[in-house]
């Protein structure tokens, strides 16, 4: 379903005819097929991450806070794209609507133009409403989704003030593997349809998908209630294709080649959005001296987008925006500490209905930057690091710096850190002079300043094992409690030289705000095969803000699951699992949504044959918004499925 965040019920249907020569018999069959079992949190903080820091670390090691959403949760979720996935995963975060019904980002007191997402460490083009495109993140051979929280400036420069969020793909371990999966849903009788190829041969391992999702128009309101901003979800086409082959040559040379693309089509009352992207790139990685390691990488990415209006071109709004990016990255490591330097170069090309006469504008940004990553004692680790960037269309250039520590005091593992960030003006905020349907003029700013954050987190996490009638039991407890100052802040403001009848804002710099969080999280997995687990985020914002109608955020928000995992027969096991999620209302002036929660049913069938089966209920407690407004929940009561085979 394009634009909303919130998917209602679903039968999925998953087809895995696994590779006869790697399963043999026994019960091996059913592990192989099973991708949904219990995440124990043991099994999670010994997951490598790369997103954090520069040096893959477990995630145990890590001094940098980070959440890791694994290949089995991603599978629980059945999810299409982080969107999805994310708002079911993670308080303090809400995806809404903006104009157009674009999906807009409220993350930790943050927008979607302050977080970055990437996938594979690359950065995708193009945005809307100062948000990526969320549907062409698609989930389809993610192996885990690593979530870094606080300013990671200084590791992968602008955009990362509120956070990273980087999807990992997962690499083919069998000599083949063959995936089908279908989903029915409901609500707007979508249909999502993919294939997942794995190859695992020699030398070589080979990774493609190719999924489809077409969905149609709901009406949430009629046209008559004025209150609403929303009356509809705008269905649509969406296809993703993806391949990914990695060559492993002799003395440790990794050669790895990708390729993408993109089509979404948004049906309207009387138009259509049309959007596509392609990317592509190559990256080599091989020894460098007895304990270093080199790595190069290219990276090409486009995205457009166009309107048609009767099945034709309209022209009016044409937008494309092109990056070639390249790489360069160094690390050697001895007894305690490990070092990383590197650079970066981008060529980013735009063009924009929103320049004046069509304006193409072009822009190249460098970057250079070192970390140490060091442990001084064997219960202590200290990451450091410092970049600079440089932004040609501007001429300016952005010093960062970040500090963070990891002591192990057992049972009690403490992190905190300092990390700055900030976030370049972008050539729309810079050039743009667009006429918005005759509501406003914006005006861009040539001028601009970068914006710039102080960011601080502390955070206590105790896990081990529990006593009493379940010695086997895991569990796990987080507290961590973060504090940024966001300063220089890019936002409008009136035009002082206004040349139109019409209203007029300009781009500029304000002092920025004050945001404030707590987050909770515990877990607990039992040896019967239930487990828990529950999420919880407090969020102040104070300072000198703008109220938006597009990002509100919620000071409280959670989200939990109850859920229950068993093989009944080596050849047969179940999966049922209880989820919500709850939002309390904004704190804004402006008409918006009050608290809610919704909460939703899954339960699973996997066979010896490969064959599994889905079914979801959604919003089983019937909630339905009396109003709906960009940040309300686009539902309209409970839904559910119809089982095809």
């Given at each position: 379903m394009e634009g909303g965040a919130i998917r209602r019920t679903a039968l999925t249907v998953c087809l895995i005819p696994v590779c006869q020569a790697a399963h043999a018999g026994g019960d091996v069959d059913m592990a192989a097929a099973d991708s949904v079992g219990n995440v124990t949190r043991s099994e999670a903080l010994n997951e490598v991450v790369v997103t954090a820091t520069r040096i893959p670390k477990t995630l145990k090691n890590v001094p940098v806070l980070t959440r890791v959403i694994t290949a089995k949760e991603i599978a629980r979720a059945d999810a299409t794209d982080i969107r999805e996935l994310l708002t079911h995963e993670m308080p303090g975060l809400e995806f809404g609507y903006a104009m157009s019904q674009e999906t807009t980002l409220s993350m930790n007191g943050f927008g979607g133009n302050a977080v970055l997402f990437l996938v594979d460490g690359e950065r995708p083009s193009g945005e809307t409403m100062d948000n990526p495109d969320y549907s062409r993140l698609n989930l389809s051979g993610v192996g885990r989704v690593e979530i870094v929280k606080g300013a990671a400036s200084a590791v992968y420069g602008a955009n990362a003030v509120g956070g990273v969020v980087n999807l990992i793909s997962k690499e083919p371990t069998e000599p083949w593997r063959l995936d089908l999966d279908s989903r029915y849903d409901a609500f707007g009788a979508g249909w999502r349809n993919g294939i997942k190829l794995g190859l695992n041969r020699w030398r070589v391992t080979s990774s493609t998908s190719v999924q489809l999702r077409t969905a149609g128009t709901v009406r949430l309101t009629d046209a008559f209630d004025t209150e609403s901003k929303i009356h509809a979800v705008y269905g649509g086409r969406t296809l993703n294709a993806r391949e990914r082959l990695t060559f492993r040559a002799a003395r440790g040379i990794r050669l790895t080649a990708k390729g993408g693309y993109f089509e979404r089509t948004s049906e309207r009352d009387n138009y259509a959005d049309l959007y596509n992207?392609?990317?592509?790139?190559?990256?080599?990685?091989?020894?460098?001296?007895?304990?270093?390691?080199?790595?190069?990488?290219?990276?090409?990415?486009?995205?457009?987008?166009?309107?048609?209006?009767?099945?034709?071109?309209?022209?009016?709004?044409?937008?494309?925006?092109?990056?070639?990016?390249?790489?360069?990255?160094?690390?050697?490591?001895?007894?305690?500490?490990?070092?990383?330097?590197?650079?970066?170069?981008?060529?980013?090309?735009?063009?924009?209905?929103?320049?004046?006469?069509?304006?193409?504008?072009?822009?190249?940004?460098?970057?250079?930057?070192?970390?140490?990553?060091?442990?001084?004692?064997?219960?202590?680790?200290?990451?450091?690091?410092?970049?600079?960037?440089?932004?040609?269309?501007?001429?300016?250039?952005?010093?960062?710096?970040?500090?963070?520590?990891?002591?192990?005091?057992?049972?009690?593992?403490?992190?905190?850190?300092?990390?700055?960030?900030?976030?370049?003006?972008?050539?729309?905020?810079?050039?743009?002079?667009?006429?918005?349907?005759?509501?406003?003029?914006?005006?861009?700013?040539?001028?601009?300043?970068?914006?710039?954050?102080?960011?601080?987190?502390?955070?206590?996490?105790?896990?081990?094992?529990?006593?009493?009638?379940?010695?086997?039991?895991?569990?796990?407890?987080?507290?961590?409690?973060?504090?940024?100052?966001?300063?220089?802040?890019?936002?409008?403001?009136?035009?002082?030289?206004?040349?139109?009848?019409?209203?007029?804002?300009?781009?500029?710099?304000?002092?920025?705000?004050?945001?404030?969080?707590?987050?909770?999280?515990?877990?607990?997995?039992?040896?019967?095969?239930?487990?828990?687990?529950?999420?919880?985020?407090?969020?102040?914002?104070?300072?000198?803000?703008?109220?938006?109608?597009?990002?509100?955020?919620?000071?409280?928000?959670?989200?939990?699951?109850?859920?229950?995992?068993?093989?009944?027969?080596?050849?047969?096991?179940?999966?049922?699992?209880?989820?919500?999620?709850?939002?309390?209302?904004?704190?804004?002036?402006?008409?918006?949504?009050?608290?809610?929660?919704?909460?939703?049913?899954?339960?699973?069938?996997?066979?010896?044959?490969?064959?599994?089966?889905?079914?979801?209920?959604?919003?089983?407690?019937?909630?339905?918004?009396?109003?709906?407004?960009?940040?309300?929940?686009?539902?309209?009561?409970?839904?559910?499925?119809?089982?095809?085979?």
């Amino acid at each position: 379903m394009e634009g909303g965040a919130i998917r209602r019920t679903a039968l999925t249907v998953c087809l895995i005819p696994v590779c006869q020569a790697a399963h043999a018999g026994g019960d091996v069959d059913m592990a192989a097929a099973d991708s949904v079992g219990n995440v124990t949190r043991s099994e999670a903080l010994n997951e490598v991450v790369v997103t954090a820091t520069r040096i893959p670390k477990t995630l145990k090691n890590v001094p940098v806070l980070t959440r890791v959403i694994t290949a089995k949760e991603i599978a629980r979720a059945d999810a299409t794209d982080i969107r999805e996935l994310l708002t079911h995963e993670m308080p303090g975060l809400e995806f809404g609507y903006a104009m157009s019904q674009e999906t807009t980002l409220s993350m930790n007191g943050f927008g979607g133009n302050a977080v970055l997402f990437l996938v594979d460490g690359e950065r995708p083009s193009g945005e809307t409403m100062d948000n990526p495109d969320y549907s062409r993140l698609n989930l389809s051979g993610v192996g885990r989704v690593e979530i870094v929280k606080g300013a990671a400036s200084a590791v992968y420069g602008a955009n990362a003030v509120g956070g990273v969020v980087n999807l990992i793909s997962k690499e083919p371990t069998e000599p083949w593997r063959l995936d089908l999966d279908s989903r029915y849903d409901a609500f707007g009788a979508g249909w999502r349809n993919g294939i997942k190829l794995g190859l695992n041969r020699w030398r070589v391992t080979s990774s493609t998908s190719v999924q489809l999702r077409t969905a149609g128009t709901v009406r949430l309101t009629d046209a008559f209630d004025t209150e609403s901003k929303i009356h509809a979800v705008y269905g649509g086409r969406t296809l993703n294709a993806r391949e990914r082959l990695t060559f492993r040559a002799a003395r440790g040379i990794r050669l790895t080649a990708k390729g993408g693309y993109f089509e979404r089509t948004s049906e309207r009352d009387n138009y259509a959005d049309l959007y596509n992207g392609y990317d592509g790139g190559i990256r080599a990685a091989f020894p460098a001296g007895d304990a270093g390691r080199l790595e190069l990488a290219y990276n090409f990415d486009r995205y457009d987008k166009s309107r048609s209006v009767a099945g034709k071109r309209t022209h009016d709004h044409d937008y494309s925006n092109r990056q070639n990016t390249v790489h360069l990255l160094y690390s050697v490591t001895a007894a305690r500490a490990a070092i990383t330097v590197g650079a970066d170069g981008t060529h980013d090309y735009l063009k924009s209905y929103q320049f004046a006469d069509g304006k193409r504008h072009r822009q190249l940004t460098a970057d250079a930057f070192a970390e140490l990553d060091w442990s001084p004692l064997p219960r202590l680790n200290v990451v450091a690091g410092v970049r600079n960037d440089y932004f040609s269309a501007s001429r300016l250039n952005a010093l960062t710096a970040r500090c963070a520590a990891l002591l192990k005091l057992s049972p009690v593992s403490v992190r905190a850190s300092y990390a700055g960030g900030f976030r370049a003006p972008t050539l729309k905020e810079m050039h743009m002079c667009f006429d918005m349907a005759g509501i406003q003029m914006i005006y861009g700013n040539p001028d601009l300043k970068p914006e710039r954050s102080h960011n601080f987190i502390l955070s206590l996490e105790r896990g081990g094992r529990t006593g009493g009638i379940m010695p086997s039991g895991a569990y796990s407890v987080n507290l961590s409690c973060s504090y940024s100052y966001y300063d220089s802040r890019i936002t409008t403001t009136d035009y002082p030289e206004k040349t139109t009848d019409i209203p007029a804002v300009v781009y500029t710099n304000e002092r920025g705000i004050r945001v404030a969080g707590i987050d909770l999280n515990a877990r607990y997995t039992a040896a019967c095969g239930a487990s828990a687990a529950i999420s919880y985020n407090y969020l102040r914002v104070a300072g000198n803000t703008v109220e938006s109608q597009f990002t509100q955020p919620r000071p409280h928000s959670a989200t939990w699951r109850l859920d229950y995992d068993r093989r009944i027969t080596p050849a047969y096991s179940v999966y049922a699992a209880l989820t919500g999620r709850y939002l309390s209302r904004p704190d804004s002036q402006l008409p918006t949504d009050g608290a809610y929660s919704i909460w939703r049913f899954t339960a699973r069938q996997r066979f010896r044959s490969g064959i599994s089966l889905n079914v979801t209920v959604d919003n089983i407690f019937n909630y339905r918004p009396k109003v709906y407004y960009w940040n309300s929940a686009p539902v309209t009561g409970v839904s559910w499925s119809r089982a095809y085979r």
